[in-house]
């Protein structure tokens, strides 16, 4: 079993920048494929961004494209988000997942089966 701890979340001016983490447990995590997802408030959850077990490829959602660097660090079991040019949009509860076991190195992912508690972010205008 996976468990996702992220953290880094605040409170930051719209044109800013921020950097999320997830700390993941689990002496395999280095095959796992990482993804991040937000959801915020009224709407449904959104893909973000993943990244390969590599980190060789990666993807991101089209309202983040540009702005948003997912990374990992595999030696640290953590999963990072650098975030630029924050826009009030981008305000929501943001989750770092992962899939199954089985579908661990799978790409692009299919699915997630692992989910952190959530970390606040909030863009001010």
């Known amino acids: 079993q996976v468990q996702l701890v992220e953290s880094g979340g605040g409170l930051v001016q719209a044109g800013g920048s921020l950097r999320l983490s997830c700390a993941a447990s689990g002496r395999t995590f280095s095959s796992y494929t990482m993804g991040w997802f937000r959801q915020a408030p009224g709407k449904e959850r959104e893909f973000v961004a993943a990244?390969?077990?590599?980190?060789?490829?990666?993807r991101y959602g089209d309202s983040v494209k540009g702005r948003f660097t997912i990374a990992r660090d595999n030696a640290k079991n953590t999963v990072s988000l650098q975030m630029n040019s924050l826009k009030f949009e981008d305000t929501a509860v943001y989750y770092c997942?992962?899939?199954?076991?089985?579908?661990?190195?799978?790409?692009?992912?299919?699915?997630?089966?692992?989910w952190g508690q959530g970390t606040q972010v909030t863009v001010s205008s």
């Open positions: 990244i390969l077990w590599s980190g060789s490829q990666s």
């Open positions: 997942a992962a899939p199954s076991l089985q579908y661990r190195g799978v790409w692009p992912p299919r699915e997630y089966a692992y």
